[in-house]
């Protein structure tokens, strides 16, 4: 079964940004080829294994491309891909670009249910999967479920682990003839990529994106983060796999000939360790790991990099200060989502001092999303909207999903407030779906998540609601303390009393963690966190 993937966004835009040189206009796999071709021993890749180069890499992608073909995989099929960072990532993401099929990514590590129901949803053919990742067979499990896959033909097993019988080796797909193969040339308007969302809905969302949306508009944005045009050499520190992974292959390699600085499993330690070893010019992270980074002893002094790119969450200005002395280089919060928006004040950003609603994001870039604010009834502030190169086609297998958050002329709706200021800068000023409601009054998570930020003993803070009897829902804090200090509820609700914060607002019951929980993308895991509260109660 062949997905249909309609692109909501009108074609006459497509091309324009295509004829006016904001997308490249060629395929992924193309894109890559051309950096190969121009630098065959430049270092594509760094990992756990060693390096590869740009042609050293092209082999082997080349190699699976064939071994997959062989396998049935054809022009359009959806591939699943969940592999841990490293260069299996890269190979099977690249080898889907060149045979014309849908890469699926998502994270290792994620429950084989969840697995089950993407793949399923989106009629994926053939899955990567990791014979063994941290205690999970994700190989095993994924052929045990086959039955709930009609559309899944192979399931090929990938690492050092021994493949479970009925998946096919990933060293059987690699030792096809790379020589033999002839790559396809989809429409660079075609789907290349399918990111998955990090799961705010009962399932996760999943979003088709065409190869000129990711080499062009996602592209863009990490343009405007290389001072210099020398490519970039960039450590990520989340998942290949997640919406903010996705400006790995396809926008570090394909598009700008840079190089990728990979961990298989992130800790502070073989981070900052990454840092000094291979001094990458950017670190993508989400804020979370910078603060679990900033908490190491001896972090200073460290290589120079251009910047840390931290998104996936907000960052408190206290973090980014901190890391800016510390890592010795901009600290770059970006806005953004698998949905389609992508928004960040640039190298030059400085938000100290400003007393304005919410928080600064920058001004709008239009070569990667337009933005504009939709009034809302009721409301103080607008939906933040976006539309432009980097706008997804639509969402996979939920028609619903397009109805509800795409208008007819594509439009992405993100769900989130915020406002465009004076100085034409984008402000973040809360979530329509991320409330609390208590007793009938609706609490935002991000206001209060940023006002506990502020309290000097606070080294992260996650919000969220807790069911009750009385009220419906009431707050809760989950608070990681900074080092050497002791917090109580009573201080924090002072704290929050002192910066006007209405007393509705203020947290009812505190968690203090040692060290915040992480999904598999990298981000905090809110429902652990509930999981903690509730056993705590």
């Given at each position: 079964m062949t997905i249909q993937l309609i692109d909501l966004v009108p074609g006459t835009l497509?091309?324009?940004?295509?004829?006016?040189?904001?997308?490249?206009?060629?395929?992924?796999?193309?894109?890559?080829?051309a950096h190969r071709v121009a630098a065959p021993d430049r270092i594509a890749l760094v990992d756990g294994a060693g390096t590869l180069t740009y042609a050293e890499l092209d082999l082997r992608a080349r190699a699976a491309a064939a071994g997959m073909r062989a396998l049935g995989v054809c022009a359009g099929d959806v591939v699943g891909v969940q592999v841990p960072n490293g260069r299996d990532a890269v190979i099977a993401d690249l080898a889907s670009a060149a045979l014309g099929a849908v890469a699926l990514p998502f994270p290792a590590g994620r429950g084989v249910a969840e697995a089950v129901s993407l793949l399923g949803r989106s009629g994926a053919r053939a899955v990567v999967a990791a014979a063994e990742h941290r205690g999970a067979a994700h190989a095993r499990d994924l052929l045990a479920a086959a039955h709930l896959l009609p559309a899944l033909r192979t399931v090929i097993a990938t690492g050092p682990h021994e493949p479970p019988p009925g998946s096919v080796p990933w060293a059987e797909v690699l030792s096809a003839d790379p020589c033999a193969f002839a790559p396809a040339r989809p429409d660079p308007d075609a789907a290349a990529r399918i990111l998955v969302s990090s799961g705010s809905e009962a399932d996760p969302k999943m979003v088709a994106y065409s190869h000129n949306a990711l080499a062009g508009g996602r592209g863009n944005f990490l343009a405007t983060l290389i001072p210099d045009d020398v490519p970039p050499r960039c450590l990520f520190l989340v998942p290949l796999a997640s919406a903010f992974g996705s400006n790995g292959t396809a926008v570090t390699l394909?598009?700008?000939?840079?190089?990728?600085?990979?961990?298989?499993?992130?800790?502070?330690?073989?981070?900052?360790?990454?840092?000094?070893?291979?001094?990458?010019?950017?670190?993508?992270?989400?804020?979370?790991?910078?603060?679990?980074?900033?908490?190491?002893?001896?972090?200073?002094?460290?290589?120079?990099?251009?910047?840390?790119?931290?998104?996936?969450?907000?960052?408190?200005?206290?973090?980014?200060?901190?890391?800016?002395?510390?890592?010795?280089?901009?600290?770059?919060?970006?806005?953004?989502?698998?949905?389609?928006?992508?928004?960040?004040?640039?190298?030059?950003?400085?938000?100290?001092?400003?007393?304005?609603?919410?928080?600064?994001?920058?001004?709008?870039?239009?070569?990667?999303?337009?933005?504009?604010?939709?009034?809302?009834?009721?409301?103080?502030?607008?939906?933040?909207?976006?539309?432009?190169?980097?706008?997804?086609?639509?969402?996979?297998?939920?028609?619903?999903?397009?109805?509800?958050?795409?208008?007819?002329?594509?439009?992405?709706?993100?769900?989130?407030?915020?406002?465009?200021?004076?100085?034409?800068r984008l402000r973040l000023v809360g979530r329509l779906k991320q409330v609390v409601i208590r007793g009938g009054a609706n609490i935002s998570l991000a206001e209060v998540e940023r006002a506990l930020a502020t309290h000097p003993g606070v080294r992260e803070a996650v919000c969220l609601g807790v069911p009750d009897t009385v009220m419906g829902e009431r707050l809760a804090a989950c608070v990681l303390p900074r080092a050497g200090r002791s917090l109580t509820l009573g201080e924090l609700t002072a704290h929050m009393q002192g910066l006007g914060l209405d007393r509705g607002k203020h947290p009812e019951h505190l968690l203090l963690v040692e060290r915040m929980p992480l999904t598999p993308a990298g981000k905090p895991d809110r429902d652990a966190l509930r999981e903690l509260i509730l056993r705590a109660r």
């Open positions: 497509r091309r324009a940004w295509a004829a006016d040189g904001t997308c490249p206009d060629l395929d992924v796999y193309a894109l890559f080829r394909a598009r700008h000939g840079g190089c990728l600085v990979l961990l298989e499993h992130f800790s502070p330690q073989a981070a900052l360790a990454a840092i000094r070893e291979h001094r990458p010019t950017h670190v993508l992270a989400v804020p979370t790991m910078i603060r679990m980074m900033l908490d190491q002893p001896g972090t200073a002094p460290l290589p120079p990099l251009t910047a840390l790119v931290l998104g996936g969450a907000e960052l408190d200005a206290a973090t980014a200060a901190e890391a800016r002395e510390v890592f010795g280089c901009p600290v770059v919060n970006l806005y953004g989502s698998a949905d389609g928006v992508n928004c960040h004040g640039g190298l030059g950003h400085d938000p100290g001092g400003d007393r304005g609603p919410g928080v600064v994001v920058g001004p709008p870039d239009p070569r990667v999303a337009e933005i504009r604010i939709a009034p809302v009834p009721g409301e103080e502030y607008g939906e933040i909207i976006a539309r432009g190169p980097m706008t997804p086609m639509c969402y996979v297998g939920a028609p619903e999903l397009n109805q509800r958050y795409r208008t007819a002329e594509g439009w992405v709706r993100t769900g989130d407030l915020g406002t465009i200021d004076e100085a034409g």
